[in-house]
């Protein structure tokens, strides 16, 4: 409850603006319970950021097949893992959001630590491609960043179509059928 009402508080204000007082009544404990696991404000961020990045790299980054030498089929397998984990830890993504975005804003000790995730994350997604799968006439690295531009802007379109929807309920079949045309599509122009 305590996370849950952190991540949100910090995803909507920031670190500066997010009130404890609106943690603890949206956690529905008192004050002093968020102090008794947590020294001040600032060490509950620094938490909320090092267990988000725990949670992406064990339950999003770690779960990628490395074997899996085409990209098109990795960067598939990676978005399922990632719609998984988003679907399970909203508001921890929507705070990741907020520091990734602003880097300023992440405490210089833990630095290292998203600097780690990124390399690693790069690592998953780019290292071992079968290369050759791609069509001779095609730059492979402008060929990356336009499939994942792709693949990410349809997320984030996604994303919007399902705010306010009872996930729980929602048959994600047609949305992925969908997602794996496009995926085809993007095959078709730059594999050969």
């Known amino acids: 409850m305590i996370l849950n009402a952190a991540f949100h508080e910090f995803a909507e204000k920031g670190f ?21 696991y947590f020294k001040n404000k600032q060490g509950l961020y620094e938490y909320l950021i090092e267990y988000t990045l725990d949670v992406i790299i064990h339950d999003y980054l770690e779960q990628i097949d490395t074997e899996e030498r085409d990209f098109i089929e990795r960067f598939k397998q990676a978005s399922r893992l990632k719609m998984k984990a988003f679907l ?23 630095k290292p630590r998203l600097e780690k995730l990124q390399q690693l994350g790069y690592a998953m997604m780019y290292e071992n491609i079968d290369t050759s799968l791609f069509r001779d006439d095609v730059d492979v690295e402008k060929a990356f960043q336009l499939i994942r531009w792709s693949i990410e802007g349809y997320q984030n379109e996604l994303k919007q179509r399902l705010q306010g929807e009872n996930l729980a309920a929602m048959d994600f079949d047609p949305l992925w059928e969908e997602f794996y045309e496009y995926l085809e599509v993007l095959r078709k122009s730059f594999y050969s």
């Open 88 to 110: 399970e830890y909203p508001a921890l993504f929507r705070f990741a959001g907020t520091f990734m975005l602003d880097e300023a804003s992440i405490p210089e000790k833990l």
């Open 16 to 36: 500066e603006q997010a009130s404890t007082n609106a943690i603890v009544k949206e956690a529905g404990i008192g004050k002093g319970m968020l102090f008794y």
